[in-house]
């Protein structure tokens, strides 16, 4: 969660960057990434920092987390259907019921389509 606030305050730009995501690989290395806004639609921080990870060699995903200016961030259904594909298994970090919580990736979207079954 440090290293996702850190990002954020080192990249914060009003309407550009205001989410940061940090991803904890198997390896114990971590890598971070921010949203990218454009007219209508960029990508979230979580897929820009599992992007950093895999283009740097990791595989395996244990632990992932938005911050925003405000907290901790709940990951979008996008971001959802992401994690269950490239890491079912991996702690997410997110608000449930005001509070801040984990939970394995594979419990953030019951019903969900997958491919990889």
Same mark, same amino acid.
């Given at each position: 969660?440090?290293?996702?606030?850190?990002t954020?305050?080192?990249?914060?730009?009003?309407?550009?960057?205001?989410?940061?995501?940090?991803?904890?690989?198997a390896?114990?290395?971590?890598?971070?990434?921010?949203n990218?806004?454009?007219?209508?639609y960029?990508p979230c921080a979580?897929?820009?920092?599992?992007?950093?990870?895999?283009?740097?060699?990791?595989?395996?995903?244990?632990?992932?987390?938005?911050?925003?200016?405000?907290?901790?961030?709940? #990951?979008?259904g996008?971001?959802?259907?992401?994690?269950?594909?490239?890491? #079912?298994?991996a702690?997410?970090?997110?608000?449930?019921?005001?509070?801040?919580?984990?939970?394995?990736?594979?419990?953030l979207l #019951?019903?969900?389509?997958?491919?990889?079954?």
């Open positions: 969660m440090q290293l996702a606030r850190e954020l305050a080192r990249c914060y730009r009003e309407e550009r960057h205001t989410v940061a995501a940090a991803v904890l690989c390896s114990g290395k971590t890598y971070t990434g921010v990218v806004e454009s007219c209508g960029g979580e897929p820009i920092a599992i992007g950093a990870a895999i283009t740097a060699g990791e595989k395996e995903f244990t632990t992932i987390v938005a911050i925003g200016r405000n907290g901790v961030l709940s #990951p979008c996008n971001c959802r259907q992401l994690l269950l594909d490239y890491a #079912p298994n702690m997410v970090i997110l608000v449930i019921d005001g509070a801040v919580k984990k939970t394995a990736a594979r419990n #019951p019903g969900c389509y997958t491919n990889f079954a």
